[in-house]
């Protein structure tokens, strides 16, 4: 049975700032904390919410999310982060965070929960697949400048 888990919002420096290891465990890309901040910040700006999943007060998971609309899905929840330390999971974390999101996504009337995973991240993949999520189809992508 997984560990009572509780969340969060972090929306303050310092809670962002007890987050920026653990997103980088997902984004490993993001090497500056004050980069990623602003990002953060800037994030916000456009719905973008950050929840810090605690098991006896420390910090084990994140979701990030935001709510959007489309012609595709309608009104829908979009999850772009999700991430439980390295050494949690497996213990059900996972899954209790993507709970949180879909209640989230009810609770806003959206029809959908919606996310990405690299084509390359078969365990992910399986979790999902456990989690009750399905695979709709391919995410294309094109980088117009260079990173």
């Given at each position: 049975?997984?560990?009572?888990?509780?969340?969060?919002?972090l929306?303050?420096?310092?809670?962002?700032?007890?987050?920026?290891?653990?997103?980088?465990?997902l984004?490993?890309?993001?090497?500056?904390?004050?980069?990623?901040?602003?990002?953060?910040?800037?994030?916000?700006?456009?719905?973008?919410?950050l929840i810090?999943?605690?098991?006896?007060?420390?910090?084990?998971?994140?979701?990030?999310?935001?709510?959007?609309?489309?012609?595709?899905?309608?009104?829908?929840?979009?999850?772009?982060?999700?991430?439980?330390?390295?050494a949690?999971?497996?213990?059900?974390?996972?899954?209790?965070?993507l709970?949180?999101a879909?209640?989230?996504?009810?609770?806003?009337?959206?029809?959908?929960?919606?996310?990405?995973?690299?084509?390359?991240k078969?365990?992910?993949?399986?979790?999902?697949?456990?989690?009750g999520?399905?695979?709709?189809?391919?995410?294309?992508?094109?980088?117009?400048?260079?990173?």
């Amino acid at each position: 049975m997984p560990s009572v888990m509780t969340f969060n919002e972090l929306r303050d420096e310092a809670a962002l700032l007890l987050a920026f290891p653990l997103i980088q465990v997902l984004r490993p890309r993001l090497t500056d904390a004050s980069s990623y901040l602003a990002q953060i910040k800037r994030q916000q700006q456009q719905n973008y919410c950050l929840i810090g999943g605690f098991v006896a007060g420390e910090l084990v998971g994140l979701v990030g999310y935001r709510q959007q609309e489309n012609l595709l899905y309608g009104q829908f929840l979009y999850v772009d982060d999700l991430v439980v330390a390295p050494a949690q999971q497996a213990m059900g974390h996972g899954a209790q965070l993507l709970d949180f999101a879909r209640q989230q996504a009810k609770q806003l009337g959206c029809q959908h929960l919606v996310l990405d995973t690299g084509l390359h991240k078969a365990l992910a993949q399986r979790f999902y697949f456990r989690c009750g999520l399905l695979a709709k189809g391919m995410h294309f992508t094109e980088a117009l400048t260079e990173q």
